[in-house]
């Protein structure tokens, strides 16, 4: 897609190939959801706005600073890789799944979730700069977070999985760890 892409309707792509995106998506009439079945991966624009769900089923490529928002609390689910050195930025009060590794082959600057809704992480992630979840954190599996800068958790962090914490700046837990079900 060369340009921006509006309008109030689902979107689905499914190809063996690239989906790219160029300009916004859904930066004037938000889509009402946005599914990428697998391929070869999915190279994202700064912004990307559903009212409804968005599911990447291939590995996802940051190509800028990039926020994911769904403004009617659909799920946001990245099920595969997510690499490239720009900020991701997750704005939904549903769920927001991170099921492969993030920055795991190119770091992430940050990566920031906001305070509605919840977290499922269920591998690692790898950011230059920080990691702020502001929603509580489900743990799918075991997860490494390797920080050049500050961790913080705005809320609970449960599930039965390891949790590790390396942080250039400090970890900060603002919830009970364990509390629901114990790591």
Known sequence: FGGTLDGAFALAVNTAGLTSFSGA???????????????AGT???AAVTTTGSQAYGSPVTL????TLTSSA????????????????????A???TFGGPVGGSTPLTSVTTDAPG???????????????????VALT?????????AVSFGAT?????????????????????GGNAPL
């Open 118 to 136: 919840s977290t499922a992480l269920g591998a690692g992630v790898t950011t230059t700069g920080a990691q702020s979840f502001g929603d509580a």
């Open 43 to 45: 190279r994202l624009p």
């Open 94 to 96: 549903g769920t927001t």
């Open 63 to 66: 190509t800028a600073g990039t």
């Open 157 to 177: 962090v449960d599930g039965a999985a390891a949790l590790a914490v390396n942080s250039a700046s400090g970890v900060t837990f603002a919830g009970n760890v």
């Open 25 to 39: 998506v859904g930066g004037t009439t938000p889509l009402a959801s946005l599914s990428i079945g697998g391929g």
């Open 141 to 149: 599996g075991a997860a490494t977070l390797n920080a050049g800068g």
């Open 73 to 92: 609390a659909g799920n946001i689910a990245l099920a595969g890789a997510v690499n490239g050195a720009f900020a991701l930025t997750v704005d939904t």
